[in-house]
């Protein structure tokens, strides 16, 4: 039967047989299946393989050093990228949540490519895709690094010409989860809520500016704080706060507010299919939603959504 020990056993004598002494790019996204993909091949081919981790500026609060810090922590030859003023101009005055899909999708090809082009002599890129990742390949809920072929509009960038490696093809979110705890991979990393590629570009109803991420940001710092101070992270399934494109009325001592709304979502599901809201204890509720108001300038008002999927989505956009 199935144990992860052989599994990893098998798959890096694999790899190490495959790839001998050529080099490796890979796209990490802070993800679990990206970083359990990484530490495969590192212990196969080492210093050969050059990962890539590229902000987008629409990452959760402290996200990008943090996740930095943690993969060279790791031992893996990774290179940061903060290309978040790229993203922002790609996104500038965008309000469709395709077209900003569309802006995030294609600036990434184009870093990424840049990226690759500097390492010299590559000849696979690796990615992180799973199993469902193959057999729903046309749903629109994409994994989150997976460089999809519909983006090579007007030829192939260069690290598409690369052979390409997957070597999680084959396993379940659970089995890749159990992989990455043989690897020695800490359990906070494995143990992430999923995040959308796009991350917080469609968590922003409407268009994107860099004062409406860096509020944002600091709202789901709060929930997401909150949820593990709470001891509640670890039963949720995926959590975030949205920005709303609404103003409400407020007071504040005896002036009169007119500011941002934010609703924080919270989910259990097993894949991302079908979702329900999670029943989150009211004190909690009570605390976060009053952390946030006083904490975060620009919000005057939290809601909690109470929507199940179907018929809502678990994203609003
Ligand atoms: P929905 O909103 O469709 O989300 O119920 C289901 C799961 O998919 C994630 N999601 C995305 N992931 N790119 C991604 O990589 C996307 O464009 C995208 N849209 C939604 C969502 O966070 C949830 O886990």
Redesign the pocket.
């Known amino acids: 039967s199935w144990t992860p020990g052989a599994f990893v056993d098998l798959t890096v004598a694999e790899l190490k047989e495959k790839i001998g002494d050529d080099k490796v790019v890979l796209g990490l996204s802070g993800g679990v299946d990206s970083t359990v993909a990484a530490m495969l091949l590192h212990k196969a081919i080492g210093k050969n393989l050059y990962c890539i981790f590229v902000n987008n500026g629409l990452l959760r609060k402290n996200e990008f050093e943090d996740v930095l810090h943690q993969y060279k922590d790791m031992g893996l030859n990774v290179k940061g990228v903060d290309s978040s003023a790229r993203f922002l101009e790609a996104l500038a005055g965008l309000s469709d949540p395709e077209l900003k899909?569309k802006a995030i999708g294609n600036t990434f090809i184009e870093v990424f490519d840049d990226e690759a082009h500097e390492i010299k002599d590559v000849t696979y890129l690796a990615q992180g895709t799973i199993y469902p990742d193959v057999i729903e390949s046309v749903s629109?809920?994409?994994?989150?690094?997976t460089i999809k072929s519909h983006h090579n509009v007007g030829g192939l960038p260069d690290f598409m010409k690369l052979k390409v490696v997957e070597p999680l093809r084959m396993l379940f979110k659970d089995e890749v989860r159990r992989v990455g705890a043989e690897l020695g991979i800490s359990k906070t990393l494995l143990g992430r809520?999923?995040?959308?590629?796009?991350g917080l570009a469609?968590r922003i109803l409407g268009d994107i500016t860099a004062e409406k991420v860096r509020i944002l940001q600091e709202v789901d710092h709060i929930f997401i704080q909150g949820l593990r101070d709470w001891d509640l992270y670890d039963h949720v399934?995926?959590a975030?706060a949205i920005l709303l494109p609404v103003q409400s009325v407020g007071v504040m001592g005896d002036e009169r507010t007119y500011e941002q709304v934010v609703a924080l979502r919270a989910v259990e599901?097993t894949d991302?299919?079908t979702?329900d809201w999670v029943n989150l204890p009211y004190e909690f509720l009570q605390k976060t939603s009053n952390t946030i108001i006083n904490r975060v300038k620009g919000v005057n008002r939290v809601v909690y959504d109470i929507s199940s999927?179907p018929p809502?989505?678990?994203?609003?956009?």
Do not use: L, Y
């Open positions: 899909r629109v809920n994409g994994p989150s690094v809520h999923p995040f959308p590629g796009p469609i399934w995926q975030g599901s991302g299919m979702a999927k809502a989505t678990i994203e609003w956009e």
